[in-house]
């Protein structure tokens, strides 16, 4: 039972989150986030046989979890968080920082000869976060954009990115910038994801290859 202390909106807060904690433990997935990546793959049928996926903040590994069947034996999963992530089979995973180049780098030796030949880049990296709008969306915002950048070097033509943002500051210019290189945006906002927070998720479709090389590697 919540303490009779806590406000009406925190206890609907933890509510939120004990259900869906709740529900994954029940159904085995590592994190409640695979509900969020479930109902936007049921909407968009996101995931097929044999793509190859690239899962950036990926620990627990609940996303994970999801795209391994969906992708089956002919496919591939590389995964990588700044966090330890329990070995999932199926899954390549790379550790580190995704603002360090050297893990950029790790990532497309793992992609090998074909590192131009992703179908789908994830993205639910997400800073810790503080509470604190002013610090938290510039950071969240610059993991995004990282996120854009690998996305628009390693996706096949046609390929997809689904990335979470945070609605406020930046997101507009981010949204737009996304749609330079791709044919088609949409926003979701899984029914898993709480209400009062200002994460979205945007899914870009449609790899324009014509503004492909416009994104520098990082550094240059
Ligand atoms: C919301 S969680 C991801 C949950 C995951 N999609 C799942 O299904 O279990 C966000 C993740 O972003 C990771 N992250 C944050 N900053 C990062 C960075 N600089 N490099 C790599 N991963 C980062 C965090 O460690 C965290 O695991």
Known sequence: MPKR???????LRQHFDDVWVKKAQAMGYRSRASFKLLEIHQKEKLIKQGMRVLDLGAAPGGWSQVVVPLVGRRGQVIATDILPMAVLPGVTFIQGDFSDEKVVQQIQSVMGSDAKGMDLVLSDMAPNMSGIPSSDLPRAMALAELALELAVNCLAPQGSFLVKVFQGEGFTEFR?????HFQRIKSHKPTSSRPQSREIYLLAQGLRTAVNASIPPRGL
């Open 5 to 11: 202390s806590k406000s009406s909106a925190q206890w």
């Open 176 to 180: 737009q910038q996304v749609l330079k």
